[in-house]
């Protein structure tokens, strides 16, 4: 068995860069601490959050604020948390389950947001159908015909899923006589399809601004759980990615939103940075330059490999 050997020179360099982040967080100078893969970033982390709370602990409890660690798995939040010991003060999460907590009791900005998201998915959808080309079939079809295969396709969608995998062939013979009257509609399986899933994304999205509009029960609030890992708009249901995107509106959309947010948690610290999504990137830029407006403190400190 081989050992390997610290020099006094390393160690010397280590506890120096240490040095220079808490220099950083005595100032709130944001940082990037960068470190090859198994070169002490997570120590870095760890040892930054013990600082805080050794030197601002006292202050932190008395105004109830806290610090917020972010990972970027449940598993690396886990080891965070184990290694640092237990913390009332420090909030260690994935960053999903961060963004969530700062928005959720926001609903009615959600539900806006969310609003407008299935607009711009109607729009978007539309936009598809009407002119690529792979559509052609349907786009040869007047509106009243447009109309009625979309009704046409509601009727049957028990009978288009469970026929969904079926072989091309099979599957024409299956709706040959529903869709008689539409040409070509069903000469390529792969591209009817499609437009079908399109059709019912239309339908749903419709049927679900029209609940939000009547204030239905089940329709009043955005949901996300991190077990989604595709959205169910018309659900109210959003996954990860749509989460990050709506954290980021609302956050840039409303100044009080970030001053909260900067007032309760004065210290961030993002792990695994080179694994973060723009859009949180974007959000702390966000809290960083409202800070320097209301001369609030926040440190915000990225370490990754």
């Given at each position: ?107 009615k900005e959600l539900v806006e947001i ?192």
């Amino acid at each position: 068995m081989s050992l390997s050997i610290i020099s006094p020179e390393k160690i010397t360099a280590e506890l120096d860069i240490q040095e220079e982040i808490f220099d950083s967080i005595n100032l709130n100078e944001n940082i990037i601490f960068s470190s090859g893969a198994g070169a002490g970033k997570t120590y870095a982390l760890i040892e930054s959050l013990k600082y805080i709370i050794d030197k601002q602990g006292l202050r932190l409890n008395a105004h109830n604020q806290n610090i917020i660690c972010v990972t970027y798995t449940n598993v690396a939040a886990e080891e965070v948390k184990e290694r640092l010991g237990n913390s009332d003060l420090v909030k260690v999460s994935t960053i999903h389950e961060r963004i969530w907590e700062l928005i959720k009791h926001h609903q009615k900005e959600l539900v806006e947001i969310h609003r407008n998201k299935l607009s711009e998915e109607i729009n978007s959808l539309t936009h598809k159908i009407l002119n690529d080309k792979k559509f052609k079939a349907y786009q040869s079809l007047g509106d009243d015909l447009k109309k009625s295969l979309s009704e046409l396709m509601i009727v049957k969608k028990d009978l288009f899923y469970k026929s969904y995998d079926k072989k091309a062939k099979e599957f024409s013979l299956i709706f040959k006589d529903d869709l008689s009257i539409y040409p070509d509609i069903l000469k390529n399986k792969s591209y009817f399809t499609s437009l079908i899933g399109i059709l019912y994304k239309l339908e749903n999205y419709a049927s679900c601004l029209i609940e939000i509009a009547a204030n239905k029960k089940g329709f009043i609030k955005v949901v996300y759980n991190a077990s989604y890992n595709v959205d169910r708009l018309h659900w109210m249901r959003i996954s990860h990615e749509t989460l990050l995107e709506y954290g980021l509106k609302i956050i840039k959309k409303h100044e009080l939103l970030q001053q909260i947010i900067i007032d309760k948690y004065p210290y961030f610290l993002i792990d695994e940075y080179q694994d973060t999504d723009t859009k949180v990137v974007e959000i702390m830029s966000l809290l960083s330059k409202c800070s320097d407006r209301i001369n609030h403190n926040l440190f915000v400190g990225y370490f990754g490999d």
